[in-house]
């Protein structure tokens, strides 16, 4: 009944991966080759557990 109020922490995580996304492709624009695929590897990370918290 109170599960409404609860917090989503997937939510969460996906909001996480847009902002490293779209960071990631901004440094790719500046030509900043090693911060993009710093930021890409993390979002990566960071889809991983969304994608383990909707398979449980």
């Known amino acids: 009944m109170f599960s409404l109020f609860k917090a989503n922490p997937t939510k969460k995580l996906k ?3 847009e902002q ?8 790719q624009r ?3 080759i090693r911060s993009y695929s710093l930021l890409t590897d993390e979002a990566q990370q960071v889809l991983a557990k969304i994608e383990q ?3 449980k």
């Open 15 to 17: 909001k996480q991966y």
């Open 20 to 27: 490293l996304v779209t960071k990631a492709f901004q440094a």
């Open 30 to 32: 500046n030509g900043d």
């Open 53 to 55: 918290q909707t398979y």
